[in-house]
């Protein structure tokens, strides 16, 4: 078993019940000797679950903020005071105070992390039957889109058990957010950063269907959601932007060469000349504004083009194939939306193969 001393247990708490207590006691049990509690603007009737706490416990230091801020402000106050006053501290775990993460479970993160350096997800199994159903679709779908829209696959996205190293508590500090989407602000921080991570199997515990939980479903949904949509919309611009230039290139290509090709090399040549133009607006767009990675520029570029030249000739063939299937003029009206259908169709595989490796940040490297 690894020594806990160097783990701070970061516990931020709304409004707490008698399962406050039964999570501290349980963390002192299986071995925490360093909990940072912090109360986030509790009522006055619920104080005394912080103060009883710390004053039966010296390994309590209780943080206040004077007013609600939200949990991701709190685990944000939690984490400067531990860089502030931790100097030797390995790193944080983070714990939910509503008794629904066992502390054996929470051991075996810090565990994991202190063994690898990397970011510990505890995860839980929402295919069993305990699980709310609000709980399970709202996981199931939130990992689909994370999957879909991030490139990250993430079991359980919304686990606020998380042991992470010093080195990754100094980025983390500083991600934007401070109630509920600050978390998922936290994993997409892993894949901007490339700050590595991997899960734990967890217990799957729900207290009351958890009625307890701060989490409003529309409010706090919405603003986890527009965070992960965020690069799809740039990247969606982007597409735009570059798909105007793109076509209104070809189109201009296309009567301009008209007189000297016909059939397939003119297409070939039009969408040619029209993608290098598109294409290198397209890739600086995308790194700077889109995805905002510190992917080393030649690389990425080299990347890139390995990536633009297969799907331009795959273009120019589909398209082509259309004319040909349907015997459609190469000219004309028609001509031109065949061929802005069919670059709709590739530019969603093209913006999961960009974020997943053209634009792939520089790895950091664990400690």
């Not at 009567?255 to 070939?268: D, S």
Request: charged share 20%.
């Amino acid at each position: 078993m690894q020594d806990l001393s160097k783990i701070s247990v970061v516990l931020p708490s709304l409004d707490p019940d008698e399962k406050l207590t039964a999570v501290i006691d349980g963390l002192l049990e299986y071995g925490f000797s360093d909990i940072i509690l912090v109360n986030d603007g509790s009522k006055q009737e619920n104080l005394h679950y912080f103060t009883d706490a710390a004053a039966a416990h010296p390994e309590i230091h209780l943080l206040h903020h004077e007013v609600n801020r939200g949990k991701g402000a709190a685990l944000k106050t939690a984490f400067r005071y531990f860089l502030e006053n931790r100097p030797e501290g390995a790193g944080v775990v983070t714990v939910d105070g509503d008794n629904q993460h066992h502390p054996a479970d929470t051991r075996a993160c810090c565990e994991r992390m202190l063994e690898t350096g990397r970011c510990v997800l505890g995860c839980r199994d929402f295919s069993q039957e305990n699980v709310p159903a609000r709980s399970r679709f709202g996981n199931r779908t939130t990992s689909m889109v994370f999957k879909v829209f991030v490139g990250m696959t993430i079991s359980d996205t919304q686990t606020g058990l998380r042991a992470l190293p010093r080195g990754a508590v100094e980025t983390l500090v500083n991600v934007k957010g401070d109630r509920f989407e600050y978390e998922t602000n936290m994993l997409l921080a892993f894949k901007d950063y490339a700050i590595p991570f991997e899960e734990v199997k967890i217990r799957t515990v729900y207290i009351e269907e958890n009625k307890s939980s701060h989490f409003r479903t529309f409010t706090d949904s919405w603003r986890i959601y527009k965070l992960i949509l965020a690069h799809f919309f740039r990247y969606t611009v982007s597409s735009l932007t570059c798909a105007v230039v793109d076509t209104v290139a070809f189109t201009l290509l296309s009567g301009l060469l008209k007189g000297c090709l016909r059939g397939f090399p003119l297409t070939a040549a039009a969408g040619a000349g029209a993608r290098i133009l598109s294409s290198l607006l397209n890739f600086f767009l995308n790194k700077k504004l889109v995805f905002q990675t510190n992917a080393d520029t030649k690389k990425a570029m080299l990347r890139y083009y390995c990536l633009a030249v297969p799907q331009m000739l795959l273009q120019i063939l589909l398209t082509q194939g259309v004319y040909t299937l349907f015997r459609i003029s190469t000219t004309g009206a028609l001509h031109t939306l065949i061929y802005v259908v069919v670059m709709v169709v590739l530019y969603v595989v093209s913006y999961m193969i960009q974020q997943r490796w053209v634009f792939a940040p520089k790895k950091q490297t664990e400690s």
